[in-house]
């Protein structure tokens, strides 16, 4: 014995009892009664007729109360130290007032600089000067070795 469901009101559908309606794309609709019939072809919506199950699961009818309420757990903070620092070092740059924070930052931003300016003299220095005899203009391309100026 199948017990169907009804499409529109969502009641059981016991053997012998209901319709069966067939739409043109070959969708089936099963309704207990002809209230829902009718009331489907109206296309009502049944999330908003109060006597449906769907409107009363979309609205919490009927649930027990300890159901209903579901346990949610409290959140608890944990301080976790990140790769590559512990937490001890992360509070302690933490607590660190504005100004020694603002020096130091200073002092890498120096530090960086002095290293980008040795880099730049050091590869000024190795690069050696390209002279063409004759003082001729020659163009870049030419001077490389390319067959277009040949």
């Known amino acids: 014995m199948k017990i169907e469901q009804c499409s529109f009101s969502g ?69 976790r130290g990140i790769v ?7 509070l302690k740059l933490r607590n660190q007032k504005p100004e020694v924070r603002d020096a130091a930052r200073a002092a890498a931003v120096k530090a960086a600089k002095d290293e980008k300016k040795a880099k730049e003299e050091k590869k000024k220095a190795s690069k050696p000067k390209v002279s063409i005899a004759g003082g001729a203009k020659v163009s870049k391309q030419s001077a490389k070795g390319s067959k277009a100026g040949r």
């Open 84 to 90: 590559g620092a512990d937490m001890a070092s992360i």
């Open 11 to 79: 009641f059981k559908i016991y053997p012998g009892k209901g319709k069966l309606y067939v739409r043109l794309d070959s969708k089936v609709f099963r309704f207990v009664s002809s209230k829902n019939e009718s009331l489907f072809l109206q296309r009502k919506n049944p999330r908003k007729i109060a006597w449906t199950t769907v409107y009363r699961r979309v609205h919490k009818k009927g649930i027990t109360e300890e159901i209903a309420k579901k346990r949610s757990r409290k959140t608890v903070k944990h301080q």
